[in-house]
């Protein structure tokens, strides 16, 4: 629908349970950013954001006013928009840095305002940062790379296609992944039914060291160099893939961690986000496309970084092969008829198995990504490229995995409940022990 020389666009499956999850002390939005090696031109970088969003519709759509009777969310879509998401920030030093990080990342985007995503330009020694801040409703984390790749390529000069159809209409995951027979149904029904049974026992947690009450998020950070990232790939068991060796080094940490601290172990359940996007615009198109499922890794298989890479391995093969990534769509089929002042409330709920349901920790892996172009004059190239997920306790580690010209960038996004910085910084450093020993 178009009025006014604004379109109307309806909130898909995943849009809706995405903007649901979030509340104040934990907005569900998603974080991305790149450092340069030198300075950024902040106003530059405001034309850049702006070309950015005349390029995708959902970057400059804000959320249609609702009541609690309304069965369905609209985005409202204007031709063009003046809005101004950008600001930049003088940082002196790395806890600067970290302290604009957290700020950005502790709240989400207003989405009643033309721009469900913030950015900051923070600028700092040694090399200035590019910060995003995605509202999780309106784009999942591909969704965050694809709108950076854009404002990147502006800045850069270098042109910035996009594929021949409607943005707004691809978005239509039951299309894409929706059960479609009732094979698909009888299988997804059994997954979910072993998931439930499996369910009957709350998973591990993840020991929390010198938490505190404090909404938000902190980050930290680890690179792992070419010749570092060769190395721990190498360790891969035969049909494993990357991701599946992260998440078994994920399930080791954990593991190892609640030893060093006198907690309990026990199954671990790592939520993992699945692109659902067809394979021709596999990373093209602002919206959520990413279905989580979970990946269990027993406490037998918890031993040492092979053992549970390859445990983790038999659980995404077991996944892909029942299409079990498409279970969360045919599972929102009913709650999505409900009231709105009725189901922006179920995710608190937790209905069904209460925290039984919400897993131990969340693994989100973007993959090998091409080298971005260089910004050119004072800007230079992009050295680093950091990305993580959203969280909430009981699950407040949440680690993002980006690799870049053979490089890793791993990124320990945390609920202050879980973690102070040290205690953070700690269980990075036992995650790069365990996945380069």
Same mark, same amino acid.
């Given at each position: 629908?178009?009025?006014?020389?604004? &379109? !109307?666009?309806?909130?898909?499956?995943?849009?809706?349970?995405?903007?649901?999850?979030?509340?104040?002390?934990?907005?569900?939005?998603?974080?991305?950013?790149?450092?340069?090696?030198?300075?950024?031109?902040?106003? &530059?970088?405001?034309?850049?954001?702006?070309?950015?969003?005349?390029?995708?519709?959902?970057?400059?759509?804000?959320?249609?006013?609702?009541?609690?009777?309304?069965?369905?969310?609209?985005?409202?879509?204007?031709?063009?928009?003046?809005?101004?998401?950008?600001?930049?920030?003088?940082?002196?030093?790395?806890?600067?840095?970290?302290?604009?990080?957290?700020?950005?990342?502790?709240?989400?985007?207003?989405?009643?305002?033309?721009?469900?995503?913030?950015?900051?330009?923070?600028?700092?020694?040694?090399?200035?940062?590019?910060?995003?801040?995605?509202?999780?409703?309106?784009?999942?984390?591909?969704?965050?790379?694809?709108?950076?790749?854009?404002?990147?390529?502006?800045?850069?000069?270098?042109?910035?296609?996009?594929?021949?159809?409607?943005?707004?209409?691809?978005?239509?995951?039951?299309?894409?992944?929706?059960?479609?027979?009732?094979?698909?149904?009888?299988?997804?029904?059994?997954?979910?039914? !072993?998931?439930?049974?499996?369910?009957?026992?709350?998973?591990?947690?993840?020991?929390?060291?010198?938490?505190?009450?404090?909404?938000?998020?902190?980050?930290?950070?680890? #690179?792992?160099?070419?010749?570092?990232?060769?190395?721990?790939?190498?360790? &891969?068991?035969?049909?494993?893939?990357?991701?599946?060796?992260?998440?078994?080094?994920?399930?080791?940490?954990?593991?190892?961690?609640?030893?060093? #601290?006198?907690?309990?172990?026990?199954?671990?359940?790592?939520?993992?986000?699945?692109?659902?996007?067809?394979?021709?615009?596999?990373?093209?198109?602002?919206?959520?496309?990413?279905?989580?499922?979970?990946?269990?890794?027993?406490?037998?298989?918890?031993?040492?970084?092979?053992?549970?890479?390859?445990?983790?391995?038999?659980?995404?093969?077991?996944?892909?092969?029942?299409?079990?990534?498409?279970?969360?769509?045919?599972?929102?089929?009913?709650?999505?008829?409900?009231?709105?002042?009725?189901?922006?409330?179920?995710?608190?709920?937790?209905?069904?198995?209460? !925290?039984?349901?919400?897993?131990?920790?969340?693994?989100?892996?973007?993959?090998?990504?091409?080298?971005?172009?260089?910004?050119?004059?004072?800007?230079?190239?992009?050295?680093?490229?950091?990305?993580?997920?959203?969280?909430?306790?009981?699950?407040?580690?949440?680690?993002?995995?980006?690799?870049?010209?053979?490089?890793?960038?791993?990124?320990?996004?945390?609920?202050?409940?879980?973690?102070?910085?040290?205690?953070?910084?700690?269980?990075?450093?036992?995650?790069? &022990?365990?996945?380069?020993?």
């Amino acid at each position: 629908m178009t009025t006014m020389g604004t &379109r !109307e666009a309806r909130l898909d499956t995943l849009d809706e349970l995405y903007l649901h999850f979030g509340t104040e002390a934990e907005p569900w939005s998603v974080h991305l950013e790149i450092r340069v090696a030198g300075s950024l031109d902040a106003n &530059r970088v405001k034309a850049a954001v702006r070309a950015a969003m005349r390029t995708h519709p959902l970057a400059r759509a804000r959320l249609a006013p609702w009541r609690p009777t309304d069965v369905h969310y609209h985005w409202l879509v204007p031709e063009d928009t003046d809005a101004d998401p950008v600001t930049a920030v003088e940082c002196a030093d790395d806890a600067a840095v970290a302290a604009a990080r957290s700020a950005l990342q502790s709240h989400a985007p207003d989405l009643s305002t033309d721009a469900p995503f913030e950015v900051v330009v923070a600028h700092a020694p040694g090399g200035d940062y590019l910060m995003l801040n995605l509202h999780h409703g309106a784009g999942d984390g591909l969704s965050a790379f694809r709108l950076m790749n854009s404002i990147i390529r502006v800045y850069a000069g270098e042109p910035d296609p996009v594929p021949e159809l409607d943005p707004l209409v691809a978005r239509k995951v039951r299309s894409l992944i929706g059960a479609k027979s009732l094979l698909d149904r009888i299988t997804r029904a059994k997954s979910l039914a !072993e998931h439930l049974l499996t369910s009957v026992k709350e998973p591990a947690r993840v020991a929390p060291v010198n938490g505190t009450d404090a909404g938000g998020y902190s980050f930290s950070l680890l #690179h792992l160099d070419p010749a570092t990232s060769k190395a721990v790939m190498a360790k &891969r068991p035969e049909g494993a893939t990357v991701n599946d060796l992260l998440l078994g080094g994920l399930a080791v940490t954990i593991n190892r961690w609640n030893r060093e #601290h006198g907690h309990p172990n026990g199954r671990i359940a790592l939520m993992m986000p699945v692109n659902l996007r067809p394979a021709e615009w596999q990373y093209e198109v602002l919206g959520n496309f990413a279905s989580y499922v979970t990946v269990q890794i027993d406490e037998n298989a918890q031993t040492d970084l092979v053992t549970a890479a390859r445990a983790a391995a038999e659980g995404t093969a077991k996944i892909k092969s029942s299409r079990t990534q498409g279970l969360i769509v045919d599972l929102l089929e009913l709650p999505n008829a409900l009231p709105a002042g009725l189901k922006r409330h179920l995710p608190a709920k937790k209905p069904v198995v209460g !925290e039984r349901i919400v897993d131990t920790a969340v693994l989100s892996n973007l993959g090998r990504m091409p080298a971005a172009p260089s910004l050119g004059g004072d800007a230079g190239s992009v050295t680093e490229l950091w990305f993580s997920p959203p969280g909430h306790m009981p699950l407040g580690t949440c680690v993002g995995a980006v690799s870049v010209a053979g490089s890793m960038f791993l990124t320990v996004r945390y609920r202050h409940a879980q973690f102070d910085s040290a205690a953070a910084a700690a269980f990075t450093d036992l995650y790069k &022990r365990v996945l380069t020993e």
